[in-house]
């Protein structure tokens, strides 16, 4: 059975159509990429399982339709999003970002095993513990969101652009950590415009153009294709 499932999805900002019905299958333990250009509808489709943006179609998740779902009701059912931008408060330490992604845990015990097992990915955030998000890098900055998501202990992982701004070396951490989350068991949908690092490390692969998915396949077969290789990593 799929853990995350989209049928048809479209959707809507005011009159401006960004999505037009497009289907997504994640399957349990996978990494599946979406990949597309600027404005394609990529962000839309993390938003639209987010419950932050009207849609319409259906979103099925561990088989329940999450469609009509508050956003805090599709975050506590499991479905963790770190959006674009890393949106970390710069203000709070490293150590109440990630106690407040933990908000809703009440076990204090609970809380402080998964900061610890946060480290063991993030050793970098154990050194600045208790420095401020907003002084931090912008590579430390991306792991402290991954990490605060992390903190509700998801079934899924949605990221988007986790790659953007950072440098090659960073780039590279980052989707390292991301493959040893996924090997840990971790399921994730990642959103990338660094489609050759994305390709790289995932399953499976979409493309989406102006709101609808062109092509679908293994990651390596996208990969290796000439379309793919024309119009996203040339
Ligand atoms: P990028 O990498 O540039 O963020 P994307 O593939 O994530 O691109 P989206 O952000 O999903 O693209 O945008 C899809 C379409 O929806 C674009 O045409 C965009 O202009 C439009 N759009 C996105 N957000 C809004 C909004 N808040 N109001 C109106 N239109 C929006």
């Given at each position: 059975m799929s853990l995350l499932q989209l049928n048809k999805v479209e959707a809507f900002y005011g009159g401006i159509q960004a999505l037009r019905g497009i289907d997504i299958t994640v399957h349990q333990g996978e990494i599946v990429t979406l990949i597309g250009s600027n404005g394609a509808g990529k962000s839309t489709t993390l938003k639209s399982i987010c419950g932050q943006v009207q849609t319409k179609g259906e979103i099925l998740f561990e088989g329940k339709n999450i469609t009509s779902w508050q956003p805090h009701q599709i975050a506590m059912a499991g479905i963790a999003h770190v959006p674009e931008g890393r949106r970390i408060f710069p203000r709070l330490t490293v150590k109440e970002n990630l106690e407040m992604g933990a908000f809703s845990v009440k076990d204090k015990k609970q809380v402080k095993q998964r900061i610890e097992?946060?480290?063991?990915?993030?050793?970098?955030?154990?050194?600045?513990?208790?420095?401020?998000?907003?002084?931090?890098?912008?590579?430390?900055?991306?792991?402290?969101?991954?990490?605060?998501?992390?903190?509700?202990?998801?079934?899924?992982?949605?990221?988007?652009?986790?790659?953007?701004?950072?440098?090659?070396?960073?780039?590279?951490?980052?989707?390292?950590i991301i493959q040893e989350l996924n090997a840990a068991g971790m399921t994730i949908l990642l959103v990338e415009q660094n489609a050759y690092h994305a390709l790289k490390i995932a399953h499976r692969g979409y493309v989406i153009q102006t709101g609808e998915i062109v092509m679908q396949d293994y990651a390596d077969v996208l990969l290796s294709s000439n379309e793919v290789q024309e119009a996203y990593l040339a």
């Open positions: 097992q946060a480290f063991v990915y993030f050793p970098r955030l154990k050194e600045r513990y208790h420095q401020a998000g907003g002084t931090m890098s912008g590579g430390e900055q991306q792991m402290l969101a991954i990490a605060r998501a992390l903190m509700m202990n998801p079934d899924i992982l949605l990221l988007d652009e986790p790659s953007m701004g950072l440098a090659p070396v960073l780039v590279d951490q980052i989707f390292d």
